[in-house]
């Protein structure tokens, strides 16, 4: 399974950004699939999963700002990013892992700054 995110960037503070992931490989409905982030100097943190009927799950810093989204048939996964903030940037990684974590993928990543 190969991941690709686009959509990262610059914006500025109250801005929108929508990050994408592609992913190859078949069987893309067995995977969760996920964004995680990481700023300088600090861990990996959760942003968003959505499991393969819809359910999702978000961290307490992004609830009602971030929306994610995925569509099947299309292998992607999607991450709505409204009102964002300064402390939203860092690199976006997509993700996809089975629901023990017996397998899991990592996409590059994507740079998201937030600043005026």
């Known amino acids: 399974v190969q991941l690709v995110e686009s959509g990262g960037g610059l914006v500025q503070p109250g801005g929108s950004l929508r990050l994408s992931c592609a992913s190859s490989g078949s069987r893309f409905t067995i995977y969760v699939m996920g964004w995680y982030r990481q700023a300088p100097g600090k861990q990996r943190d959760l942003v968003a999963t959505i499991g393969s009927g819809g359910s999702t799950n978000y961290a307490d810093s992004v609830k009602g700002r971030f929306t994610i989204s995925r569509d099947n048939a299309k292998n992607t996964v999607y991450l709505q990013m409204n009102g964002l903030k300064p402390e939203d940037t860092a690199v976006y990684y997509c993700?996809?892992?089975?629901?023990?974590?017996?397998?899991?993928?990592w996409g590059q990543g994507t740079q998201v700054t937030v600043s005026s």
């Open positions: 993700n996809a892992h089975t629901v023990t974590w017996t397998a899991y993928y």
